[in-house]
């Protein structure tokens, strides 16, 4: 009878990416580690949110809100992991090594960095949360088949989503709401990543003086030009 268990952690199939699977990225081995299921999920849940702080301006119903900042986008699945065609032990064989991607490794002081693969589709985060379910047991009490129920929250460098946002482009107009706190040097910071052009978002805004910011006030930060030393 053909096996249910398709393949054993750190075997790579023929077609490696036919079958779902986890890849270790992080820290690097070659090859690198990985650990398959028996069977691909039925589905795929992904969340994402992002965070908005609403501006306090007496008289208005609803206050204009800025945006704070996005949160890592979320993939959860459920797996399952077999080995009753060969009765060994499925916690020794599969589930220690997925707990394992939850541990602290010390070359790089934080949990394994992660991929999930199937086909051409690509996840990279890191294990957030791991429920394991024994569902079947040997006739001596050995687990021998576990539903996993598995949530990988995104890795991804700064460097790479500031590539990807291109937030401190000189080629893009935004929009700016003024918070109580807020200087022009401080917003051309947050703009630019220097707050030196907060004189470019004064002229663009008809602002003669940079102390008297009104909050909840939409400005306009313009694209970035360099001004002659």
Same mark, same amino acid.
């Given at each position: ?20 699977? #986890? ?32 501006? &306090?301006?007496?008289? #208005?119903?609803? &206050? ?102 291109? #937030? ?10 003024? !918070? ?14 220097? &707050? ?14 940079? !102390? ?6 939409? #400005? ?7 001004? &002659?030393?």
């Amino acid at each position: 009878m053909a096996s249910l268990l398709g393949n054993i952690v750190g075997n790579v199939p023929r077609d490696p990416s036919a079958r779902a699977h #986890l890849e270790v990225m992080l820290p690097r081995k070659e090859p690198a580690l990985t650990i398959p299921f028996c069977f691909n999920p039925t589905e795929l849940v992904f969340g994402k949110q992002s965070t908005f702080a609403e501006v &306090p301006i007496p008289g #208005l119903t609803s &206050p204009p809100i800025q945006f704070v900042r996005g949160a890592s986008e979320k993939l959860t699945f459920d797996a399952i992991v077999d080995t009753s065609d060969d009765m060994e032990d499925v916690n020794a064989k599969y589930v220690a090594a997925l707990r394992n991607l939850m541990n602290v490794h010390g070359s790089i002081h934080a949990p394994p960095v992660v991929v999930f693969v199937w086909n051409t589709f690509r996840f990279t985060g890191v294990l957030e949360s791991l429920n394991v379910t024994f569902t079947l047991f040997s006739e001596t009490g050995k687990p021998v088949r576990a539903k996993l129920a598995i949530g990988l929250k995104e890795y991804t460098t700064v460097k790479a989503q500031r590539e990807l946002a291109n #937030l401190q482009s000189p080629d893009v107009e935004k929009t700016y709401v003024v !918070r109580r706190t807020d200087t022009l040097s401080g917003i051309a910071e947050q703009a630019y990543g220097d &707050p030196a052009p907060w004189r470019q978002i004064a002229r663009a805004n008809g602002i003669t003086d940079p !102390r008297s910011l009104e909050p909840g006030t939409v #400005l306009t930060i313009p694209r970035l030009v360099t001004e &002659p030393r």
